[in-house]
């Protein structure tokens, strides 16, 4: 009777351990299933903002591009001045909102991952300051209160993203290629994750 008690003891501890190892490898798979859904979320939001960025920085040249008329009066500049100034910082507030999540989502990957993330947001960053410092050069190209040197040098810097005539714009075509460098930085970093 007693040697009966003991095995029934000994096969009650050993169920005991058994359930404990099942929900400690169940509890295992599904926090392994859950951070996996949330690197997949991290990764798909990450793409989409690129992406989101992208479309924002090649709109660029249909948004902004301004001609100084220098024969026009006074008054029609700074008209031309206003509504230019006023569209370009339509555009960059949209520029920005969209570096803003981009950057929030590789920022939240740093974090999650490692710093693989560094040099893309670095690039990001880049390109966001050319494509900002662009439009607000058109802005100062046919600003009627700054001097003609200053306008001169705006307008150099500013003229660089008008095609030529055959339609090529070098400047556009250098920012797309950096955007498509940081695409396959991105989808590299992603697949290394085994996330994309």
């Not at 169920?15 to 798909?44: D, E, F, N, P, Y």
């Not at 301004?66 to 500049?77: I, L, T, V």
Request: charged residues 25%.
């Amino acid at each position: 009777m007693e040697t009966l008690q003991n095995i029934q003891s000994i096969v009650t501890a050993l169920a005991a351990v058994v359930g404990v190892l099942i929900a400690w490898l169940g509890l295992s798979a599904w926090k392994r299933q859950t951070r996996w859904q949330q690197g997949r979320g991290l990764a798909v939001n990450t793409m989409q903002s690129f992406f989101e960025f992208k479309r924002v920085v090649l709109a660029f040249p249909k948004v902004a591009y301004f001609q100084y008329d220098k024969d026009s009066s006074e008054e029609h500049r700074v008209d031309a001045h206003t509504a230019a100034a006023e569209q370009a910082a339509a555009y960059c507030e949209i520029l920005e909102n969209a570096f803003t999540m981009f950057e929030s989502y590789i920022a939240e990957a740093i974090i999650v991952w490692d710093d693989d993330f560094d040099e893309i947001q670095n690039r990001v960053s880049d390109i966001e300051h050319i494509v900002r410092g662009a439009v607000l050069s058109g802005v100062s190209a046919i600003n009627p209160k700054i001097s003609t040197s200053q306008r001169e040098s705006a307008t150099s810097v500013h003229h660089s993203w008008k095609s030529d005539f055959f339609g090529v714009n070098e400047e556009k075509r250098s920012v797309g290629m950096m955007l498509a460098e940081v695409q396959q930085m991105i989808e590299k970093a992603l697949k290394q994750k085994k996330l994309s």
